[in-house]
């Protein structure tokens, strides 16, 4: 029985050439192989050229290949890609286009060329961006883009943060400051500061941080104040969804860049102003040189420009910036203003002088030996501080916030207004309390703010203004015999007073009353005589009679009683028993219950 035996590829191409060198005719061997002519021809030349090894299958590899990048560029793009780790292909091809390489390789022999010097990992591949919904403004200034990022630290570890603001048709970066925390004010100063140099946009699109918005405010929303400067520059304000980061991409994408290429590359800052400064040298890089993919290698400074006016309209003028007075700037002197004396000029006596101070993140601001309580929400607020022989004054913009006595002789204010920043001071403030003995008919006033009882603390005692003003922080106006209750500029209610002339003379931040408040407008809300009636108000139940059911009428609240009227017909006047707010104003639930 004969055995089968498998032969090998190289012993079938011998076997082929030796029939043909024992006479075997070059057609029968071909077909009895399965194979070309040519090819038995090519066998038996390799044979005779390199022997039974050259039968073996070479590789198919061309040998030369004419468009292959050149080794000096491949070299080129790992040197760039390793001291730009962040670089990736659509970068490196726009880099190698500035260097003067031509032709320069496509984004993909890129991209073959990171991986094969491993220079990059290879992922997944990702969704194209063609699948993308992609939106924006048709030109500058008609959305900005606002958000909050954390992560940067000083070097003693305290953590800032950074306010970003962006154009959503340029990529612009409208806004970079960094705070020392987000609290409103600062974030607002920032916003305030970016439109007095770029201008006002259409539209502010931000997350919904208690910093932007107060809708989610408990236990009714409110209008904060970047809302309120929105509202009066004629700024709409969109906010995102709940949990919605992708909304804001651009700034989101943007606070990504900024990590990656500004704060990987810088160590903890020494100081606040450090790194503000070197934050403002990055940005002018981003903004007028560093290229934007999304803008097709352009700089943003390049896309962010407005149209251009036809020579035969006029220029529009542009549109006055309007802000809160707490975001105002201190006022200045009027006049012309000395200049800064030299440290060998002899300087003349003055009676005040300013200076400015920003108040640190406790809210606590220690200045020339004097602690200000002014709370935390006033954080990197910049105050202007007043000073005379006698007296301290803490001004934001035009309003006196705290009054302090300290007494300076002449040649400490002559050292004060030697220093940086100091200037002469503004005509003494009228609240100022002149010095020695209070008169006994002079009229002070104090701030203070009420605690969940209704008390307020007032020269060493708890004096009570009421439950309703509980966490209010209210003015109490003082004369000989009376404390006026004022809140807003109005007058809530007029109380005995509990202290002697001397002990009024001593109060804590007390100074000399401005004008007099006026009273507080009468409350009227309208009501629903009950089926049975009656109605409720302020905690108080009224009998008003059953004659008058299903009526609206009006109530007149006043501190001691109610007074009740149905159109002119006056239905009577009803102690009122209870303090208690009036929480609805309108009358709710109208049933006619007929005659």
Not at 90 to 96: G, K, P, S
Not at 374 to 401: E, K, M, P, Y
Request: glycine residues 8%.
């Amino acid at each position: 029985m004969l055995a089968l035996v498998e032969l090998s590829i190289m012993e079938q191409r011998y076997r082929a050439v030796i029939e043909i060198e024992n006479g075997s005719p070059v057609t029968e061997v071909a077909a009895r192989y399965g194979v070309s002519r040519q090819t038995v021809h090519t066998w038996k030349n390799r044979y005779l050229q390199g022997g039974l090894a050259a039968l073996a299958d070479h590789s198919h590899r061309p040998r030369a290949c004419p468009h292959r990048t050149s080794a000096e560029i491949e070299a080129v793009v790992c040197e760039m890609r390793r001291q730009h780790p962040a670089w990736g292909p659509a970068r490196l091809a726009f880099e190698l286009g500035r260097k003067g390489v031509s032709p320069v390789p496509s984004q993909a022999t890129l991209y073959r060329i990171l991986v094969r010097n491993t220079l990059i990992t290879p992922g997944q591949r990702r969704r194209p961006r063609s699948s993308y919904t992609r939106w924006q403004r048709d030109a500058p200034m008609q959305l900005w883009q606002m958000d909050l990022m954390g992560g940067v630290f000083l070097a003693d570890g305290t953590e800032l943060k950074l306010l970003s603001g962006i154009d959503d048709h340029s990529r612009f970066a409208v806004i970079a400051h960094l705070l020392p925390r987000a609290s409103a004010r600062g974030v607002c100063t920032a916003f305030a500061t970016a439109m007095r140099r770029h201008g006002i946009p259409e539209e502010v699109l931000t997350d919904n941080g208690k910093q932007f918005t107060g809708r989610f405010t408990r236990p009714r929303p409110v209008e904060v104040l970047f809302e309120r400067i929105c509202r009066e520059n004629g700024i709409t304000t969109r906010n995102t969804a709940i949990r919605s980061p992708t909304t804001t991409g651009k700034v989101e994408r943007w606070h990504r860049t900024v990590r990656e290429e500004f704060l990987a590359t810088h160590d903890p800052f020494p100081t606040l102003a450090a790194a503000q400064a070197a934050l403002d040298t990055w940005i002018t890089l981003y903004n007028t040189t560093r290229p934007h993919q999304a803008l097709n290698m352009a700089s943003p400074a390049t896309a962010f420009h407005r149209a251009p006016v036809p020579n035969d309209q006029a220029q529009p003028e542009p549109v006055p910036l309007k802000l809160p007075a707490e975001l105002a700037p201190a006022p200045t002197p009027t006049g012309p203003q000395p200049d800064q004396p030299g440290p060998n000029t002899p300087v003349p006596p003055v009676t005040a002088v300013e200076f400015t101070v920003t108040v640190p993140a406790s809210g606590n601001l220690g200045v020339l030996g004097q602690q200000l309580w002014l709370g935390r929400s006033r954080a990197a607020t910049q105050l202007t501080i007043w000073v005379d022989g006698t007296t301290l004054h803490a001004f934001d913009g035009t309003r006196c916030l705290k009054t302090r006595p300290l007494p300076l002789t002449g040649a400490q204010l002559t050292r004060l207004r030697r220093q940086d920043g100091a200037r002469p001071g503004r005509p003494a403030p009228s609240n100022a309390l002149p010095p020695g003995p209070l008169p006994p008919d002079a009229v002070i006033e104090v701030h203070r703010t009420v605690n969940r009882g209704g008390c307020v603390a007032l020269g060493g005692t708890q004096f009570s203004v009421g439950m309703p003003l509980a966490g209010h922080r209210v003015v109490l106006r003082l004369d000989a015999h009376l404390v006026h209750v004022i809140t807003d500029g109005q007058l809530r209610r007029t109380l005995p007073s509990p202290l002697t002339p001397a002990a009024r003379s001593r109060l804590h931040g007390a100074r000399l009353a401005g004008p007099p408040p006026q009273p507080e407008p009468t409350l009227q809300v309208t009501r629903v005589v009950s089926g049975q009636g009656t109605l409720h108000i302020a905690g108080c139940k009224l009998q008003i009679g059953t004659s008058h059911r299903g009526k609206v009428v009006t109530v007149t609240v006043q501190d001691t009683h109610f007074r009740i009227t149905d159109g002119d017909t006056d239905l009577g006047t009803y102690p009122r028993t209870k303090i208690q707010e009036v929480s609805r104003r309108r009358a709710s639930g109208h049933i006619d219950y007929g005659t």
